[in-house]
């Protein structure tokens, strides 16, 4: 997959005609795969290079209290993974003040050469989004070219959408949140040192920050899946908080292998997967006492 970082002015290597999906695509939940899937259909069809055209910035840029469901890098796997062949990535400010017309002509046919552009029912783009998905439409038929807008995908009631994911998050609902992502609510990152009481204990643990600009799910242990390196996984109990027992401040995400007897895990590549909540988190009187909740927590999760 060919990532393209494109700047107004300057025409980006050319990746042929394509059919591009539209969107910030934060968390690329099952409503933003079926505009996936549209665009890779379409570009099957019609001979056209299957591409997205996305932000590489960071959400908080245009949207102050949305705290991200995946990060860059992870999003870039995802397209990936649904059969997009090139992502063109810009920094929202370079294109915030273009007009409809403009981010049109000039963005997306004049730098992109987008035959077919695919966005969701709820799409805005141009100068203060004056535009909408019907204007889009209007104006890459006025250029020559198409744009199909796809419909919400609603799940139990409720359109998926990843404020919608960031609210069950919010709840503890891990579960929900699973349903309307397509895969469970994770993170990924850098095995790190902690404070060795795990470990001390005879249970494996790994310890992982979590990037302040990530969406956090209500505090507290969760069943969880740590999967080392991308190869195999192992089932585990999570906590994703501050460590009150032992005086924390800073918000991460500690997990217990159970049925882990491999290597040392420190500086592994784990994502952990948050499956469903147990219990809120809380202080304990003793790191003992915590122990023994964590042997209770686990117990539970195995049940």
Same mark, same amino acid.
């Given at each position: 997959?060919?990532?393209?970082?494109?700047?107004?002015?300057?025409?980006?290597?050319?990746?042929? +005609?394509?059919?591009?999906?539209?969107?910030?695509?934060?968390?690329?939940?099952?409503?933003?795969?079926?505009?996936?899937?549209?665009?890779?259909?379409?570009?099957?069809?019609?001979?056209?290079?299957?591409?997205?055209?996305?932000?590489?910035? @960071?959400?908080?840029?245009?949207?102050?209290?949305?705290?991200?469901?995946?990060?860059?890098?992870?999003?870039?796997?995802?397209?990936?993974?649904?059969?997009?062949? &090139?992502?063109? =990535? =810009?920094?929202?400010?370079?294109?915030?003040?273009?007009?409809?017309?403009?981010?049109?002509?000039?963005?997306?046919?004049?730098?992109?050469?987008? =035959?077919? =552009?695919?966005?969701?029912?709820?799409?805005?783009?141009?100068?203060?989004?004056?535009?909408?998905?019907?204007?889009?439409?209007?104006?890459?038929?006025?250029?020559?070219?198409?744009?199909?807008?796809?419909?919400?995908?609603?799940?139990?009631?409720?359109?998926?959408?990843?404020?919608?994911?960031?609210?069950?998050?919010?709840?503890?609902?891990?579960? +929900?949140?699973?349903?309307?992502?397509?895969?469970?609510?994770?993170?990924?990152? +850098?095995?790190?040192?902690?404070?060795?009481?795990?470990?001390?204990?005879?249970?494996?643990?790994?310890?992982?920050?979590?990037?302040?600009? /990530?969406?956090?799910? $209500?505090?507290?242990?969760?069943?969880?899946?740590?999967?080392?390196?991308?190869?195999?996984?192992?089932?585990?109990?999570?906590?994703?908080? &501050?460590?009150? &027992?032992?005086?924390?401040? &800073?918000?991460?995400?500690?997990?217990?292998?159970? @049925?882990?007897?491999?290597?040392?895990?420190?500086?592994?590549?784990?994502?952990?997967?948050? /499956?469903?909540?147990? $219990?809120?988190?809380?202080?304990?009187?003793?790191?003992?006492?915590?122990?023994?909740?964590?042997? +209770?927590?686990?117990?539970?999760?195995?049940?």
């Amino acid at each position: 997959m060919k990532l393209i970082r494109i700047r107004p002015g300057c025409p980006p290597p050319d990746a042929g +005609r394509t059919v591009a999906a539209l969107g910030f695509f934060d968390g690329v939940h099952i409503g933003h795969r079926r505009l996936l899937d549209r665009a890779v259909a379409i570009a099957g069809e019609r001979g056209l290079v299957p591409a997205v055209f996305t932000f590489s910035d @960071d959400a908080r840029t245009f949207k102050p209290d949305a705290a991200r469901l995946t990060d860059f890098s992870e999003k870039l796997d995802l397209f990936r993974e649904a059969g997009i062949e &090139t992502v063109f =990535a =810009a920094d929202f400010p370079d294109f915030s003040g273009y007009s409809p017309e403009a981010f049109v002509s000039d963005a997306l046919i004049g730098l992109m050469k987008v =035959a077919v =552009a695919v966005c969701g029912f709820n799409f805005r783009f141009g100068l203060r989004a004056a535009g909408d998905s019907s204007a889009l439409v209007r104006l890459m038929n006025a250029a020559g070219g198409e744009a199909e807008v796809i419909a919400p995908t609603v799940l139990d009631g409720t359109v998926v959408s990843s404020s919608a994911i960031r609210a069950a998050l919010s709840e503890g609902d891990a579960e +929900r949140a699973e349903k309307m992502l397509g895969r469970p609510f994770s993170y990924t990152g +850098r095995v790190e040192h902690g404070r060795g009481y795990g470990h001390t204990e005879g249970i494996p643990t790994v310890n992982l920050a979590i990037a302040p600009h /990530l969406a956090l799910p $209500r505090r507290g242990v969760y069943r969880s899946r740590v999967i080392l390196d991308g190869k195999e996984g192992y089932p585990a109990v999570s906590n994703v908080g &501050t460590r009150p &027992t032992f005086g924390g401040e &800073t918000v991460n995400c500690e997990s217990y292998l159970f @049925d882990y007897a491999g290597e040392d895990l420190y500086g592994r590549v784990a994502r952990v997967e948050l /499956l469903g909540f147990l $219990r809120d988190e809380k202080r304990f009187d003793s790191p003992e006492e915590l122990y023994r909740q964590i042997e +209770r927590d686990i117990a539970r999760a195995k049940g």
